[in-house]
């Protein structure tokens, strides 16, 4: 997926900044960066559903997100934690190939960037 200059170099910045990318070399972190992709998230939409299986991660560009899990016994959503710029979410699903453990919602217009299960298994979880 083709990005300007300026976006690579912002991807790049966001990505460093979480954990599972930081061991890979720099022609791995390439084909990472070439293989995501831009995902615009309006205010109360959800990224991801919990119990869904999982076939992408995402890190979040900029917004906030809510995490959300529904606990055995209770009808009430519990909130876990609001995602901040640069971190990412969802990498479970893809190590542990289990449904999603939570719901993320986002809390105001976003911008997320969505790596898909290939890439992910392929480059990203064997460098970890």
Do not use: H
């Not at 209770?74 to 893809?94: D, I, R, S």
């Not at 105001?108 to 790596?115: A, G, T, Y």
């Amino acid at each position: 997926i083709s990005k300007s200059s300026e976006t690579i170099k912002k991807l790049r910045d966001r990505l460093m900044q979480a954990f599972m990318f930081k061991e890979l070399d720099e022609k791995e972190f390439n084909i990472v960066i070439n293989a995501i992709e831009e995902v615009k998230v309006n205010a109360g939409s959800k990224v991801i559903t919990e119990g869904d299986q999982g076939d992408c991660m995402y890190v979040l560009e900029n917004g906030s997100l809510n995490c959300t899990k529904v606990f055995p016994g209770n009808k009430e959503a519990t909130l876990l934690k609001v995602y901040q710029p640069g971190e990412g979410f969802g990498e479970l699903a893809l190590l542990y190939n289990c449904p999603r453990a939570a719901t993320i919602t986002a809390l105001e217009d976003s911008i997320v960037w969505r790596l898909d299960r290939d890439t992910f298994d392929n480059i990203v979880k064997d460098a970890a």
